[in-house]
């Protein structure tokens, strides 16, 4: 009994080490960023486009919290959007309207030392087809 308890034990290791790993490597990260002192969310964080257009237009929501009261400039690879920087270390949100086609990267950056602080990505998917029926007989089959 104690001998099939132990083996099953041991089947199981491997898959409680890789789990292990898995969770100590997203911890790890969560820590870069605490070390920083700074967390950017945006909301929302996904886009469906629509069947008919393949244009995600939405307003979006980026907040921010600093441990360290600094001032802060907002990055991104959308086009229409030049950098934004706060006025003061108080603000905590911008609010966007885009219209985009592909993904769009938010970085969060010290005004003055220009060192990455946070960063988040818009995740723009489009709609899926629907998919067309494929007949699974030939037509010349009696069933």
């Known amino acids: 009994m104690l001998n099939q308890v132990l083996v099953s034990l041991f089947r199981l290791l491997p898959i409680g080490i890789l789990t292990l790993s898995l969770l100590s490597g997203s911890a790890i990260a969560a820590h870069e ?3 920083l002192g700074s967390i950017l969310t945006l909301s929302p964080e996904f886009c469906i486009t629509s069947a008919d257009e393949n244009v995600c ?3 979006l929501v980026l907040e921010w919290e600093n441990e ?3 001032p802060i400039c907002i990055l991104s690879d959308y086009k229409e959007m030049a ?3 706060a006025e ?3 603000t905590h949100s911008l609010t966007l309207t885009i219209s985009a086609t592909d993904d769009i990267q938010f970085v969060m950056i010290d005004k003055e030392t220009h060192q990455t602080l946070a960063g988040v990505k818009l995740k723009v998917t489009p709609a899926a087809e629907p998919k067309v029926r494929r007949r699974y007989r030939n037509p ?3 069933f």
């Open 33 to 35: 960023d605490e070390e």
């Open 57 to 59: 237009k939405l307003t």
């Open 68 to 70: 360290f009261f600094r």
């Open 83 to 85: 950098k934004w920087c």
């Open 88 to 90: 003061s270390a108080e």
């Open 140 to 142: 010349w089959s009696l």
